[in-house]
């Protein structure tokens, strides 16, 4: 038995369907957060029937007529794929507004069931719902649910309601519509929905009394008078990313990942010792500094990563997101944006692929795309390793490295989308509405879950991928192209530095033209945390955090002289890493979302320029600042550079020709 | 008059919404948003409205606040808002 589940956005689906499955799917105060369709079947301790239960969850949806894109995923579902019963989720503190869509359901004859979820919050709101009287004009069941409860939530009789009906085998009857037929026209089609709106209007007043008027002012308007300050809107932002980033990186982070290598440490001693004397020293590298010593290194930065994710999901939780896009809206715009593209952008700090697909609530085609291409600068989980690594190795670990690369990112998202905007000529503007949640306290609860969530998708992705990878630049290094293994006074004799160093060239403009970092940047596009562990792995360096200082990473002079290069240049590799094309992964999001090859293309090639300029700078710039003069290789990467920004310059030139020829037109 | 004209926390009826985009006026049609219908100011923000439709808030940017023409509440006849909950 498939059951669909569907309402309006924000209306707690998703957290019912996690209630309801027991899967941990992601939630967040804000409407949009969920833009695909995941399936789950009912718990065990919920179904006691004999019929297994699949639940689907739908992204939210206003009614049957879809404005973005993933809102159509939840019509075409309900329409096309027929589900036996459909869970109408219905915000119980806003009846007017989505009975629209449950009248639209019901017309379906799919049996519907109403969730009335938020049913603690009516309570809180003075509001009364006679909820026997709204089931009987209806004409279906009605079960109040609290989906955030873990008790006497109501989820129990909603179940049992699932099966009652799907045994009565009846054909939901839909509300009488004035002049409702199918193949309406446009103009009749409005005329049917003012109507569905009258009967709508008619039962609210029959079922719902409020004493409080929704249109009075409340502290929740007070607190976004604050936040949306002309003046200290963008100040109270930067100190909240700053503060969600800081605790992850500099205070709190730092010091679990410390704990943790110490246990890594630990298990590498207990397998050495383990192995004795009589193993060959080829599987005994591969072993110990291939496979723990180059997933240790990555897996020891994962409590960064997890308080990251912690502190993430307590801001989605606080309805604070929806207030970052109005406060955007009006800078983004400039750029040929909308406030909606900042909420793919901070959820790309945790992953850049949830965050691709967050695009799919932006309805302009131009800036849903731009916006795909943009997200992932921002610096996603597995980057921070990386910036972990540098700023412990090169910067004395410095709060001001990480906290710079993600306003570095800022910068250079703006710049981007000001150069898009003239590639593409479109001036078109567009409108910005969004609901506004109410803000509330975020669920620690639901915080560690969903950082336990992501911890656990860390280390199946450590223990798989990452654990691969490792294992393969291991073998690629120990032997040469005839198999013979490669002394350790000849490294560079071995099949992966032949394949790296020709790549290293093209480096030696950005200050690390070394066939180890190439080689690191490369496994990165499998997975970025691939950066840190192929480094391990290739420097022989088992690990970067320091049990007994409490610092980031291991005698940073030492790590800072096996590496070869410098602190200018050690930031260079930082940018660049950061600012080129993430993962291949989320290259496959961006296309999906992008639906287009010239623009997954034109992406990839301006993600790998911007890469490459910026690196370049910041290590041309940064040597001529600090020695006097331009480091190696400055003529070949600054003509690099040059063709690489003239060809920029050409597409926006042949942009900005279409803008003044699509202004003629008008104009005549 | 439209929504930078208005009063706070007032009740006004919407007129018309004339949005260059004829998506954009279905879904506001879909939130509650059509002419007879009531609106209310709650806040105004930098380049940015807060109103309430049919119990939900909505942030809007002045272009569609520009698109959404009212009726001051002096024009409305009492009748209009009868049954309505306020």
């Not at chain 1, 945790?350 to 691709?356: K, L």
């Not at chain 1, 991928?465 to 002394?487: D, K, S, Y």
């Amino acid at each position: 038995m498939r059951i669909a589940l569907a309402g309006n956005p924000n209306s707690g689906k998703t957290t019912l369907f996690n209630a309801i499955t027991g899967k941990v799917e992601r939630v967040g105060n804000w409407p949009g957060v969920t833009v695909e369709k995941k399936e789950g079947p009912v718990k065990a301790s919920l179904n006691r029937g004999k019929k297994k239960m699949t639940v689907v969850d739908l992204p939210g949806a206003y009614s049957m007529s879809p404005y973005t894109s993933e809102e159509s995923i939840t019509r075409d579902f309900v329409q096309k794929e027929s589900p036996d019963i459909i869970i109408n989720i219905v915000d119980a503190t806003n009846l007017s507004r989505s009975l629209f869509f449950t009248s639209q359901l019901m017309e379906l004859g799919i049996p519907v069931v109403i969730a009335l979820n938020k049913s603690d919050l009516i309570q809180k709101k003075e509001i009364i719902i006679d909820t026997e009287l709204l089931s009987e004009i209806l004409g279906c069941p009605v079960v109040r649910t609290i989906s955030t409860k873990t008790t006497n939530n109501g989820l129990g009789s909603l179940v049992e309601a699932l099966q009652k009906i799907s045994n009565e085998k009846k054909k939901q009857q839909p509300l009488r519509i004035k002049g409702a037929k199918t193949n309406a026209t446009k103009e009749e089609m409005e005329q049917i929905d003012k109507n569905r709106f009258s009967v709508v209007n008619e039962i609210v007043e029959r079922v719902e009394r409020r004493k409080i008027d929704t249109s009075r002012h409340t502290f929740q308007d007070r607190i976004d008078k604050l936040v949306a300050h002309k003046w200290l809107g963008i100040p109270i932002f930067a100190v909240i990313i700053w503060l969600v980033f800081s605790l992850s990186q500099s205070w709190v982070g730092p010091w679990l990942a410390d704990v943790f290598v110490g246990w890594i440490d630990g298990f590498y001693s207990l397998v050495e010792r383990a192995m004795g004397g009589n193993v060959s020293p080829v599987l005994s590298t591969l072993l110990l500094d291939g496979i723990i010593g180059g997933v240790g290194a990555v897996v020891g930065f994962l409590p960064l990563i997890m308080v990251l994710f912690f502190m993430l999901a307590l801001l989605e939780d606080s309805g604070y997101m929806a207030r970052v896009a109005l406060v955007m809206d009006r800078y983004f715009k400039k750029i040929g944006l909308s406030g909606k593209s900042i909420i793919p952008m901070i959820v790309s700090t945790g992953c850049a692929i949830p965050g691709i697909m967050a695009t799919r609530t932006i309805k302009n085609e131009r800036q849903r795309r731009t916006t795909a291409m943009l997200a992932p600068f921002m610096p996603c989980g597995a980057k921070l390793p990386i910036i972990a690594l540098f700023a412990g190795v090169f910067f004395g670990d410095n709060a001001w490295v990480g906290t710079s690369m993600y306003f570095l990112a800022i910068i250079v998202i703006i710049l981007s989308g000001l150069i898009i905007r003239r590639i593409t000529g479109d001036t078109s503007k567009s409108y910005f509405i969004m609901e506004l949640p109410e803000y509330r306290i975020p669920s620690v609860k639901r915080a560690v879950i969903s950082m336990l969530n992501r911890a656990k998708a860390f280390i199946i992705k450590a223990g798989t991928i990452i654990l691969i990878c490792n294992a393969i630049v291991q073998i690629l290094q120990t032997f040469n192209w005839q198999f013979q293994v490669v002394g350790q006074s000849a490294p560079d004799t071995s099949i992966l530095a032949s394949l790296a160093t020709p790549l290293a060239w093209i480096f030696i403009p950005l200050g690390f033209g070394i066939w180890q970092f190439a080689a690191a940047a490369i496994t990165g596009f499998i997975a970025k945390e691939n950066v840190v562990g192929t480094l391990a792995v290739t420097f022989a360096v088992t690990n970067f955090i320091n049990v007994e200082e409490f610092a980031l990473v291991t005698g940073s002079t030492d790590v800072m002289a096996v590496f070869g290069i410098g602190a200018i240049a050690g930031l260079s590799y930082l940018v660049f890493n950061l600012f080129t094309p993430p993962c291949f992964a989320a290259i496959g999001s961006m296309n999906s979302e992008m639906e287009s090859p010239k623009w997954l293309w034109g992406a990839i090639t301006f993600q790998l320029g911007m890469g490459y300029v910026l690196s370049f700078l910041v290590y041309q710039l940064g040597t001529l600042f600090t020695t006097g003069a331009f480091g190696a290789g400055f003529l070949g990467g600054l003509i690099a550079s040059l063709v690489m920004i003239s060809y920029v310059v050409f597409l926006m030139r042949k942009g900005s020709t279409r803008i003044i020829k699509s202004v003629n037109e008008e104009v005549a | 008059m439209n929504i930078s004209d208005c009063e706070l926390h007032t009740e006004y009826l919407i007129v018309s919404v004339m949005t260059t985009e004829e998506d954009m006026k279905d879904f506001l049609f879909t939130l509650g948003c059509y002419p007879g219908e009531r609106i209310v100011l709650i806040s105004r923000l930098p380049s940015m409205y807060v109103v309430d439709i049919k119990n939900s808030r909505y942030s809007i940017d002045d272009n569609l606040a520009r698109a959404i023409c009212l009726r001051e509440p002096g024009c409305v006849a009492p009748s209009s808002l009868e049954g309505r909950v306020v």
